[in-house]
């Protein structure tokens, strides 16, 4: 099953997702040079209390350090990914902040922890907070139809925003539209407006009846984000940046209105392209993912975010999202992964919990470990598969082996009929 963002789709089939839609593309892929390894800070400090047995996350000594190091430079080589960020953050067990690889394959700058990176769906957990956050404040309900919001949706008032918000609408996603993808590969610097992204959803048929399954679709957020601009009057950056971002301390995160991408950052590579050639996506506008993958952050902010998205509280302790609806959003169902569950904007993925983000050229993976108040963040620029895998996705699973082995970061690739 696929599992990251807002990915694109080029073909026929399409499969349902954990966090995106996943179609395999056809011909071989291209891959970049085998990066090279940069030392990155690392601080391993080990404490007795609590054990690693109890709290499910092992001590980052110097051994475990040294494992992790060969491990990321390992699948580095492997995938052929260009770099890579990891940041590892516990209370007790200490921490482990290193980029191997590079920054830019033409001129071999290297990766380096503080680059700003693209997070595709990890937008989505910033998108349903503001939702939630109206929750709080009576002006939506979770239970509402989207059709008392927004006009024209299919099945518009039978599909609720709690169903949107859960991936359960059965709405078709207009990111696996064949003219959506020809539209923005043949001129990636266009803007897409919101109600152009609907309109490639909504010539299709619904994929099933509202609440019936589990089903990844970006176009469940770009409903939400309407939402969330018509019951805030204000655009929807705006309300993350002030409810969200401000509170948070997240000084370098961004919701962009389109391709501008703060210095300094990874140049990111795909091969989400009209020929399936691999390309530079760096400059490519991002208005396409809008409310459902368009944000922009940094390593130290989305450490931040982990703790606080899982948690439903800013680190100065306020809240940001109330218990009850905390609660609500941490209800993860089953989806068709076992182990996965898939709540409000947020996955539970064997105890991990958090959300990951690929478009072209980035991905991401931001997670919380509530029992041992462990972050894990990887950040690395290209979005091209793995023998099927999103190498954000191999990444995670290879570390989470050596830091929380009862606990592994395992989504399988394999597509789920709808």
């Known amino acids: 099953m696929g599992h990251a963002c807002t990915r694109l789709r080029r073909g026929a089939a399409t499969a ?3 966090g995106m839609l996943m179609v395999p593309l056809a011909g071989g892929t291209a891959r970049a040079a085998p990066p090279t390894s940069v030392p990155g800070p690392v601080t391993a400090a080990p ?3 609590p054990s690693p047995s109890a709290s499910g996350i092992r001590t980052l000594g110097p051994s475990v350090t040294r494992q992790l190091d060969r491990t990321v430079r390992s699948v580095l080589r492997e995938t052929r990914v260009p770099g890579v960020t990891v940041g590892i953050w516990t ?32 937008t989505k957990t910033f998108t349903v907070t503001a939702l939630l956050q109206l929750a709080d404040q009576g002006k939506v309900k979770l239970d509402d139809p ?12 039978r599909i609720t925003l709690r169903q949107l918000a859960g991936m359960r609408s059965g709405l078709y996603n207009y990111s696996a539209d064949p003219d959506f993808f020809k539209a923005l590969t043949s001129n990636p610097t266009r803007h897409f407006s919101p109600r152009e992204l ?17 089903s990844y679709s970006n176009t469940n957020l770009v409903l939400l984000g309407l939402v969330v601009e018509k019951e805030s009057g204000r655009p929807l950056g705006g309300s993350i940046h002030s409810g969200i971002l401000g509170p948070a301390g997240m000084r370098n995160t961004l919701f962009p209105a389109g391709a501008e991408f ?3 950052h990874a140049q990111g590579y795909t091969d989400q392209t009209a020929t ?12 396409w993912g809008w409310a459902a993958g368009a944000m922009i952050s940094t390593l130290d902010d989305l450490r931040v975010w982990a703790r606080t998205v899982a948690t439903g509280q800013f680190p100065d302790g306020r809240t940001m999202v109330g218990p009850a609806l905390q609660k609500q959003r941490l209800n993860t169902p089953p989806t068709p992964v076992p182990g996965v569950g898939y709540g409000l904007g947020i996955f539970d993925v064997h105890g991990w919990v958090g959300h990951n983000g690929s478009l072209p050229g980035y991905e991401s993976l931001t997670v919380y470990y509530p ?41 399988p690739a394999e597509p789920v009929a709808h």
Not at 94 to 110: L, P
Not at 198 to 214: M, T
């Open 198 to 214: 609907l309109g490639y959803s909504f010539r299709h048929p619904a994929l099933f009846p509202p609440g019936q399954k589990f």
């Open 16 to 18: 349902t997702a954990v």
């Open 371 to 411: 029992p041992a108040r462990a972050t894990l963040v990887v950040l690395l620029n290209t979005d091209i598969n793995y023998r099927g895998q999103e190498p954000s996705t191999v990444f995670g699973e290879a570390i989470t082996k050596i830091i929380s082995p009862a606990h592994v970061f395992n989504l």
């Open 47 to 49: 404490s007795p209390t």
């Open 146 to 157: 989207i059709g008392k919001y927004v006009g024209d949706v299919p099945n518009g008032s």
């Open 91 to 122: 209370p007790h067990q200490g921490r482990y902040v290193r980029s191997f690889g590079v920054a830019d394959k033409s001129t071999g700058r290297r990766m380096s922890p503080g680059l700003y990176m693209r997070i595709g769906s990890e």
């Open 262 to 264: 703060p210095a300094p």
């Open 276 to 287: 399936g050639k691999v390309a530079d996506a760096t400059g490519w506008n991002t208005s």
